[in-house]
């Protein structure tokens, strides 16, 4: 079992597969696993899958269709953990214009929902989810003879709004396809001189409110989510009783360069609108494939 693997569901997958041309050129096996990192406010995050759904450049669709929906709490993957939807199917090798998440989302029932740290639960409605699905274009290809396996991050501090008026909670998701194979992780502290300082506005005794955000390169100035330069990825912060230390992860980075801020605004922080919210120095790191990176944010001007 892979270590990206929480919980593996294979049983009652029906494959109803149309136009499979691709076999003439031979066929590979195909995992695909869903996954997220810590929200603030939120103590599940739960969709409902019904299937996967992938194209193959000049083919039809297709379809890997769940006899039973699949309810996955995206939260309960933190931490560089994953939820398999679909493992080592047999597809049809090359490359693939899209893959699609078919998901069941509808604004007045709770087949996804969210459930908030006061202790309620609103409807999560994802918009066209149950039409459309969660599309990712381009980035897959199924060796032939070989095998793939891919995660799909949501990230959720960027992608649930609540709009006014209504009960139910929007998800608006920022996706990323990343190769399982080729991914590292990023973990680390942030001093609790940094969530005390002037104009923070995080929640200093859990840690809520405040995050480390994570660039793509070498970035000399962080942007937040709804602005210019926004992030790739963030992490929250959270305490940690037995280190006596504000800790944070980000997994599913691709191999490559990085640039790490941690920010004590991040709770003012909302994915469709630029809050100019202050970030720390930035730092830049490496990810290598299959390893932990440890970026530390230590007492300001220390």
Do not use: W
């Not at 996706?175 to 104009?199: K, Y």
């Amino acid at each position: 079992m892979r270590q990206i693997v929480i919980a593996l569901m294979t049983a009652g997958l029906s494959a109803a597969i149309a136009g499979c041309g691709g076999n003439a050129q031979g066929s590979g096996q195909l995992s695909v696993a869903v996954a997220d990192a810590p929200v603030d406010g939120a103590t599940a995050v739960v969709v409902k899958f019904s299937g996967v759904e992938i194209k193959a450049r000049d083919e039809a669709p297709v379809t890997y269709d769940f006899a039973t929906p699949r309810t996955v709490d995206l939260l309960a993957t933190a931490g560089g953990q994953a939820f398999v939807l679909i493992d080592d199917e047999e597809v049809p090798s090359g490359d693939y214009e899209y893959i699609r998440l078919k998901v069941i989302s509808d604004r007045d029932t709770a087949d996804s929902y969210i459930d908030l740290e006061d202790g309620s639960r609103a409807n999560l409605f994802v918009p066209s989810g149950s039409q459309s699905g969660l599309k990712l274009n381009g980035g897959l290809a199924v060796p032939d003879g070989g095998v793939r396996s891919v995660v799909v991050d949501f990230d959720l501090r960027h992608s649930i709004v609540k709009p006014e008026g209504q009960a139910a909670y929007t998800l608006k998701p920022v996706l990323r396809l990343v190769d399982a194979e080729q991914i590292g992780l990023v973990r680390g502290s942030v001093d609790a001189s940094r969530l005390s300082a002037s104009g923070c506005t995080g929640d200093i005794n859990t840690g809520a409110g405040n995050a480390v955000y994570i660039y793509t390169g070498t970035v000399a100035t962080p942007g937040d989510a709804g602005g210019s330069g926004a992030p790739l990825v963030s992490g929250t912060l959270h305490y940690d009783t037995v280190l006596d230390e504000y800790r944070y992860v980000v997994a599913y980075l691709p191999a490559g360069t990085y640039t790490a801020a941690f920010s004590c605004q991040a709770g003012d922080d909302q994915p469709e609108t630029d809050e100019a919210i202050a970030f720390s120095a930035p730092i830049t790191f490496t990810v290598v494939a299959g390893q932990t990176t440890t970026v530390d944010f230590a007492a300001a001007g220390g």
